[in-house]
């Protein structure tokens, strides 16, 4: 059974400290892995899918790595608008296009 | 990516009660949606996959019968909780897949609450 587990549950950041958030998974193959963020009452929004290990994504202050156990979100110099859940999911090479859910890591940023 | 509309963004009945949720793929058509459901920290789940021209394909563990699912047009997909109960209330958001890549783009939400 496919498993997402993220780490820190939560975070608080200074503005401008920079740092990462895991995500470690488990799954017989890898079609992709996704990065999502996730304000209060909204639905995710997509920021990055990774596909093989060694692929990196960046966009703006996020950079999203990828290892064939876990993905890591790196946040470099951090703004309090980047204060959210940031969920991670995988998914299986299998026929179903299914997306399994880390339960995210929610970030805060203090100015 | 896509964009996702959903409709109503917050509701409220009483419990034994049905309620319907929208999902409206804007920006191009959708053969395939999904529903998923999100429980305070807890993660996303899917509910089901709801396929135009055919019946949905629910996950393990979800009533069909008491989340009916039709998938009406290339752009609509509606979720129906029926007699529902104080155990529903939940976060209950739909997604459409990009095109011709693996990612899915989410609605907004919709805020279920049974009394």
């Known amino acids: 059974e496919d498993q997402v587990t993220q780490s820190p549950e939560a975070l608080r950041l200074q503005e401008g400290e920079s740092s990462s958030l895991n995500c470690s998974y488990t799954?017989?193959?890898?079609?992709?892995l996704f990065w999502y963020r996730q304000d209060p009452g909204k639905g995710p929004e997509f920021l990055f899918t990774?596909?093989?290990a060694g692929e990196e994504k960046e966009k703006e202050r996020l950079k999203a790595t990828l290892t064939k156990k876990e993905s890591f979100l790196h946040i470099t110099a951090p703004k309090p608008e980047d204060s959210a859940t940031y969920l991670c999911?995988?998914?299986?090479?299998?026929?179903?296009?299914?997306?399994?859910f880390g339960k995210g890591t929610k970030l805060t940023v203090n100015p | 990516g896509a964009v996702v509309s959903q409709h109503p963004s917050r509701v409220i009945c009483k419990s034994g009660t049905s309620v319907k949720i929208e999902c409206r793929s804007l920006?191009?058509?959708?053969?395939?949606m999904f529903w998923y459901r999100q429980f305070p920290k807890k993660s996303l789940m899917l509910m089901a996959t709801?396929?135009?021209?055919?019946?949905?394909?629910?996950e393990q563990g979800v009533e069909k019968d008491k989340f009916l699912i039709n998938h009406a047009s290339l752009t609509l997909s509606t979720l129906t909780v029926t007699s529902a109960h104080p155990e529903d209330s939940s976060f209950y958001i739909c997604?459409?897949?990009?095109?011709?890549?693996?990612?899915?783009?989410f609605g907004p939400g919709t805020r279920l609450t049974v009394t």
């Open positions: 999911a995988v998914q299986d090479q299998g026929g179903s296009e299914k997306l399994v």
């Open positions: 799954v017989s193959g890898l079609r992709g």
């Open positions: 709801s396929n135009e021209g055919s019946k949905a394909t629910y």
């Open positions: 920006d191009f058509q959708a053969t395939t």
């Open positions: 997604s459409v897949p990009g095109q011709g890549t693996y990612e899915q783009y």
């Open positions: 990774l596909y093989s």
